[in-house]
């Protein structure tokens, strides 16, 4: 077993480096038709193949050219090969079709899922399977490219960046490619009715030095208005987190309400029920575009590192809540510490369990973990550590005993003490 978060998922015994999909997808019956080409190596000598595929139908397989026979039980496809020697490149390809459909589990929903009228993947954190054969799992992060075919009238949304976009016989061909390593969780397709344009600064605010894009249908009007606050909110977060990690940074707003945003690269995904003037939309809208540095740039290792993602992005809110002259970071965190205090304290920040790896107590303890280490540092340190952590650690895999190490060594001394009562014990601690 790869990860205990995820049991179903994920294999140990090989390595994607690059996807190559190709998807020529029907919106109105929800029909796909695809071909995926994985290249990577398989990690120790073995026969099988294992990869994670949920509700599609493979119709041919091939390894390194040849076809092989294949198998597919529940969300597994399995292929049969020759005996592949340990560190073997192995390209994988396979052709395959149905009617994708989101994943129920653990966590809800997850996976490729018709909107209204268009498409949106929900990837985190086992939906990637839902609409292309992969290794799913975070550790095994790749570089993609995702062609879409689809009908002319709707704009196709992935990750990377738009290389190509041609016109084929009333239908149009989109090419994206991410140069950047993604974890599977973080890949995407957004369709709808969208139109594109670049979002202006506020009047007087300094505009961004990252292109920052909108996908908009019915709601551009508002949408264009509420998120040009983002010009401000990435100049806050470069200052604060380091550079960042991507060369643009776009926001799609579904026409459909969501119930929460959706966190991919470089890109998120709101409904126009997070496009409120209050607090509450506007702290999500910093959220996601903080998961740019934390989960998608640096990505954990392991699920129950998930604080690195979710206690830092809650913690660009209170950054943000600082910078935009609402609370400042310490009253946020003693108003959560307080909240936490009601919470029952029986989980651990540094192994909160699969099925509540997305407690809101991950995120707000977490957050709480930072400002802890704030405090006992001073702010000067403590920025200039987590922008040497995104720095150092940029576009790769992460633990917290590296984050540990890296806060430590800016620092000047060992810090353990300082975070050990908020990571890996139960009951809450004081804020000094
Ligand atoms: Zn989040």
């Known amino acids: 077993m790869l990860d205990p978060y995820t049991p179903d998922v994920g294999s140990s015994d090989l390595t994607i480096d690059h996807y190559d999909l190709d998807l020529d997808?029907?919106?109105?019956?929800?029909?796909?038709?695809?071909?995926?080409?994985?290249?990577?190596?398989?990690?120790?000598?073995?026969?099988?193949?294992?990869?994670?595929?949920?509700?599609l139908r493979v119709t041919k397989a091939l390894v390194n050219g040849k076809r092989v026979r294949y198998s597919t039980r529940g969300k597994k496809l399995r292929l049969t090969t020759d005996v592949l020697p340990k560190n073997q490149p192995v390209r994988i390809d396979i052709s395959y079709v149905g009617n994708p459909q989101p994943a129920i589990g653990t966590w809800g929903d997850v996976g490729w899922e018709e909107l209204e009228d268009g498409v949106l993947?929900?990837?985190?954190?086992?939906?990637?399977?839902?609409?292309?054969?992969?290794?799913?799992?975070?550790?095994?992060?790749?570089?993609?490219?995702?062609r879409v075919l689809t009908e002319s009238e709707y704009t196709v949304v992935s990750n990377g960046e738009l290389v190509d976009k041609v016109r084929k016989a009333g239908r149009t061909l989109w090419t994206y490619e991410s140069r950047t390593p993604l974890?599977?969780?973080?890949?995407?397709?957004?369709?709808?009715?969208?139109?594109?344009?670049?979002?202006?600064?506020?009047?007087?605010?300094?505009?961004?030095?990252?292109?920052?894009?909108?996908?908009?249908?019915?709601?551009?009007?508002?949408?264009?208005?509420?998120?040009q606050v983002q010009h401000s909110?990435?100049?806050?977060?470069?200052?604060?987190?380091?550079?960042?990690?991507?060369?643009?940074?776009d926001v799609v707003v579904t026409d459909d309400e969501l119930e929460i945003p959706l966190e991919s690269q470089p890109l998120s995904v709101l409904g126009p029920n997070h496009l409120g003037e209050e607090w509450e939309a506007e702290r999500l809208v910093a959220h996601e575009m903080a998961h740019q540095w934390f989960g998608n740039s640096l990505t954990p290792r392991r699920w129950s590192d998930?604080?690195?993602?979710?206690?830092?992005?809650?913690?660009?809110?209170?950054?943000?809540?600082?910078?935009?002259?609402?609370?400042?970071?310490?009253?946020?965190?003693?108003?959560?510490?307080?909240?936490?205090?009601?919470?029952p304290q029986d989980f651990l920040l540094s192994d909160p369990g699969g099925p509540d790896m997305f407690d809101d107590r991950v995120y707000k303890r977490g957050a709480l973990c930072l400002h802890a280490l704030r405090l006992a540092i001073g702010d000067e340190d403590f920025f200039?550590?987590?922008?040497?952590?995104?720095?150092?650690?940029?576009?790769?895999?992460?633990?917290?005993?590296?984050?540990l190490t890296c806060i430590s060594a800016v620092a000047g001394r060992d810090l353990a003490e300082v975070v050990h009562p908020w990571l890996y014990e139960e009951e809450l601690p004081e804020l000094a």
């Open 25 to 55: 997808y029907r919106i109105g019956p929800n029909r796909l038709s695809a071909r995926a080409s994985l290249t990577g190596r398989v990690l120790q000598e073995t026969k099988t193949i294992v990869l994670d595929l949920t509700g």
């Open 384 to 403: 200039a550590a987590i922008s040497e952590w995104t720095t150092k650690y940029r576009h790769s895999s992460v633990a917290t005993s590296e984050f």
């Open 183 to 227: 974890a599977t969780y973080l890949a995407t397709v957004q369709i709808g009715r969208y139109r594109h344009t670049q979002l202006e600064a506020e009047d007087g605010a300094k505009t961004s030095p990252i292109p920052l894009g909108l996908y908009a249908g019915e709601h551009w009007p508002k949408a264009s208005t509420r998120l």
């Open 121 to 146: 993947v929900a990837g985190q954190p086992v939906g990637a399977s839902t609409w292309f054969p992969c290794n799913d799992h975070p550790s095994d992060k790749s570089k993609y490219r995702i």
């Open 306 to 343: 998930i604080w690195l993602n979710e206690g830092f992005a809650c913690y660009s809110e209170w950054v943000w809540s600082e910078a935009s002259g609402r609370s400042s970071a310490h009253e946020c965190a003693q108003t959560w510490r307080e909240a936490l205090a009601d919470e």
């Open 233 to 249: 909110m990435m100049n806050e977060f470069i200052e604060r987190f380091g550079p960042y990690p991507f060369d643009r940074y």
